[in-house]
């Protein structure tokens, strides 16, 4: 995801970070039912939002398809990820932004 340009008048391609609607969506499905994930999502996004990279951003977008459960295991360093978990985790930047999250 990383090195794509904005097509002039379509919208498509735009990076995540100069679309002010994809960033909003963002913040917005990053609101959890568990404070737990809650709480980690929002200081995360507070700190880091606008210096995300698109391939972060696919990250992130990877991890909120999870469960409020499965998410705050991996969150809280209780599970890895893994393909048995959820497809599309088992990835090396995936497991970065974790590790980052793990941070908060």
Do not use: C, Y
């Amino acid at each position: 995801m990383t090195g794509i340009t904005a097509t002039p008048g379509n919208g498509e391609g735009q990076r995540h970070q100069d679309d002010p609607a994809k960033r909003a969506r963002l913040r917005w499905r990053s609101r959890r039912g568990l404070l737990e994930n809650d709480i980690i999502l929002t200081r995360f996004l507070d700190a880091h939002e606008a210096t995300m990279s698109d391939e972060e951003v696919d990250a992130l977008t990877r991890l909120l398809e999870l469960a409020d459960n499965d998410l705050m295991g991996l969150l809280l360093g209780q599970r890895e990820p893994d393909a048995g978990l959820h497809d599309g985790l088992d990835l090396p930047h995936v497991k970065a932004l974790l590790a980052r999250l793990r941070q908060i």
